[in-house]
């Protein structure tokens, strides 16, 4: 991230041994064994001297035009303007166009596309050899042409005029709100193994603005879109962790840590970021290199469009302007520090009742706890257990856990709460209600005045209850206590006169005073000490509406295994599949597939061989989509309950298989570690051998 210094001139790095040992002649026995150790040097120690240690997002010159075009952009040309520009040769601006800050956005439209017109003519009059009697400004374009430019590059042109918004006012604007997160940014990239450099990314992504989306449902200061961001985050009508800034950043550093272990280099891992990691490497395979230049300038993906081509160049200026922010726009205004603390919390509980009972204006809440969805604010549903609260101040431990006490049994939940009320669908019971919502069957009978689970008519309104407090979780404790000691106690005596006994009402009245008075252990100190709670049965858990989560992605929620089927109609397995599959996608026998593939009828078909498909019944469309149906179903499902905490090396032992090492590693399934190491041959793989794990956790979905 930005140092507010000028960069110190870079030399050029040593890239050959004879270039390190040319620095030491062997004018003496010394030096002639100095060079015979770095001549040895990667052999012992496995990393060459001579290794190129330069910026790893150092220019390309190929692409320095480009660059110098995206800084543009974002120090010279305001939302109020624009640069009307070659798209492929970036270097190529026809124009700046300014418009009046009170122009409708048709209005812009308009200026813009008369200007295209305006230059499309111009561009017709060099292709048809017209260049007498040009302005200034006509020369100044056809001189960038240059003087071998036919007829036919300058109709091509006309394609490629495109008009880019100025960013420069938003950009100035994201340096300043920069500042607030740029600690914990370099922190957990530095945590992580990632270069400060990604730091800048946000610039691109969001101008740093954590309450950013875009027009595809991207969100948020990383702008993660739902699919790819549920492997690492929570994201559903709850909680959408992509809002906040340092859950994204966590997630963020993962993805691009999975990125570069895929492709091998950072500004694929950038560009990936963007076109996602399976189309860079079906151009660094096609092409045959990693080269980002030469990847820019030369891949025709269907879908490496203009945003792809340009999202490392883009990215190359964001860092050049962040690192020399006051070279660009002066001295930045330097917000002060917000503090706040982290407190995880163990119950669910309202919103309303955590500001009280931490002291805390509800407003200031909100500021700082974006990912929470506007249900917990309307109060219809509770901040959820283990969701980790920012609180405003750094208050220390003894106020914490005065908070927590503060906090009575009744307000503290062990489920989600529910929608008061469901409308029974054709088919459901009492008990499969009472199931999804997180209650009792019990007390959902009690809740609607009910002495039996009877049937339900279709359209029925039936009132789900509050789901169990800590205060009805302790009093239900005491009860079952008591009929346990009842059943085995002699009958209680007679019952006190009258005069001795005292109204329910004055038992609770002394049961709550007796439970405030000071002991000789604080409350506070015990509640602080107190471990979360046990995870209740799944009885009493409550099912999330599916009315609040948002809509399924199009996309392969972040998936990039190539599912298609060959030319030659086979296919490569991939983890999880069994020739079953493969013959239930094509509609025929497995017994047909084996005689096809000339399979044993015990023989299994293997994780990266090709299996011959017999494609008589379905298209190899059809037969994808079910592919990818079945892979995207297994994924969410494992998904809605972990996510990706981050990435581990692991050295294959002797006698380990896939199979093995999934099942060492708890809640890991096989095809996440294929994913992971999509060019490791599982059935070769050799004792000593290093792969990548991901590192998965569980959480909390309610």
């Known amino acids: 991230m930005r140092d507010n210094k000028q960069p110190e001139t870079r030399t050029a790095a040593l890239r050959s041994p004879n270039e390190v040992i040319d620095l030491f002649p062997a004018k003496s026995n010394r030096t002639l064994w100095l060079r015979v150790a770095l001549l040895l040097a990667p052999f012992i120690c496995g990393t060459p001297l001579w290794a190129d240690t330069s910026d790893a997002f150092a220019y390309p010159a190929d692409l320095e035009p480009d660059v110098r075009f995206w800084i543009r952009v974002y120090t010279e040309v305001t939302t109020d303007q624009g640069l009307l520009h070659d798209d492929w040769y970036l270097g190529l601006v026809y124009e700046v166009l300014r418009f009046d800050p009170s122009d409708s956005p048709r209005q812009r439209e308009h200026i813009v596309e008369e200007a295209k017109a305006r ?49 420069a006012d938003r950009f100035h604007e994201g340096l300043i709100r920069a500042q607030e997160y740029e600690k914990s940014i370099s922190r957990v990239l530095a945590d992580r193994g990632v270069p400060p450099e990604i730091g800048a990314l946000p610039h691109v992504e969001s101008s740093f603005n954590p309450a950013a989306y875009s027009r595809v449902g991207a969100a948020g200061l990383w702008q993660f879109m739902p699919s790819t961001a549920r492997r690492y985050m929570r994201v559903d009508g709850i909680v959408d962790q992509r809002l906040d800034p340092y859950s994204a950043t966590e997630a963020a550093a993962n993805l691009m840590l999975y990125n570069y272990r895929l492709l091998g280099s950072w500004p694929l891992a950038v560009t990936a970021y963007n076109h996602g990691p399976g189309g860079l490497k079906r151009a660094q395979d096609e092409l045959g290199t990693s080269d980002i230049a030469v990847i820019v300038k030369r891949y025709q993906g269907a879908t490496f469009g203009f945003a792809s081509r340009n999202f490392y160049v883009a990215f190359l200026a964001a860092l050049e302007v962040d690192r020399n922010a006051e070279k660009y726009f002066g001295p930045l205004t330097h917000l002060p520090e917000t503090q706040s603390t982290v407190v995880a919390l163990p119950d669910y509980v309202a919103v309303d009742a955590l500001a009280r009972a931490f002291k805390a204006d509800l407003g200031a809440l909100r500021v700082l706890n974006p990912a929470l969805r506007p249900p917990v604010w309307n109060k219809t549903r509770l901040v959820p257990r283990g969701y980790e609260l ?7 431990a003894a106020d914490i856990a005065a908070a927590w006490a503060r906090l009575a049994p009744a307000e503290r939940f062990v489920a989600q709460r529910n929608d008061g009320a469901h409308r029974a669908r054709r088919g459901e019971t009492l008990a499969g209600i009472a199931a999804a919502s997180g209650v009792t069957l019990n007390r959902l009978l009690a809740a609607n005045g009910l002495s039996s689970a009877r049937e339900l008519a279709r359209g029925e309104l039936v009132r789900i209850p509050m789901p169990v407090s800590r205060a009805d979780s302790a009093a239900a404790s ?19 006169p009258a005069a001795e006994t005292r109204s329910a009402a004055e038992t609770q009245s002394a049961s709550a005073q007796s439970a405030s008075a000071p002991t000789g252990t604080p409350a506070a100190s015990v509640l602080a000490r107190l471990p979360p709670p046990p995870r209740e049965p799944v009885s009493e858990r409550q099912a999330e509406s599916t009315a609040l989560l948002p809509a399924a992605a199009p996309s392969g929620n972040g998936d990039n295994t190539d599912y298609s089927v060959g030319a030659d109609n086979t296919v490569v397995v991939q983890a999880a ?46 037969f994808e989509t079910a592919r990818r149906d079945y892979h995207r179903q297994l994924q969410e499902s494992f998904f809605a309950t972990h996510r990706i905490a981050g990435t581990e ?13 999934a099942q060492q590693h708890a809640d890991l399934p096989v095809w996440l570690v294929a994913e992971y190491n999509p060019d490791v041959d599982f059935g070769e793989v050799r004792p000593g051998a290093t792969i990548a794990l991901p590192r998965v956790e569980a959480i909390n979905r309610q």
């Open 119 to 167: 230059y499309a003519a111009l561009l017709r009059r060099f292709a048809a050899g017209d260049t007498d009697n040009l302005t200034p400004h006509e020369r100044r374009i056809l001189h960038d042409f240059g003087d071998k430019a036919t007829p036919a590059q300058y109709r091509d042109a006309i394609e490629r005029i495109r008009f880019q918004l100025g960013q």
């Open 390 to 396: 920012r609180i405003p101040g750094s208050p220390p």
């Open 478 to 496: 005491v009860a079952a206590a008591a009929a346990t000691t009842a059943a085995a106690a002699p009958p209680p005596p007679e019952p006190l």
């Open 577 to 622: 599949e069994t020739l079953g599959h493969f013959a239930d996608w094509s509609k025929v026998s497995s017994a047909s597939l084996r005689t096809l593939n000339k399979l044993h009828k015990n023989a299994m078909v293997t994780l990266g061989h090709k299996v011959k498909l017999d494609l008589s019944q379905v298209s190899a469309a059809q």
């Open 649 to 661: 090396n692991y050295v294959v032992k002797k006698g380990e298989s896939l199979w093995i090492i």
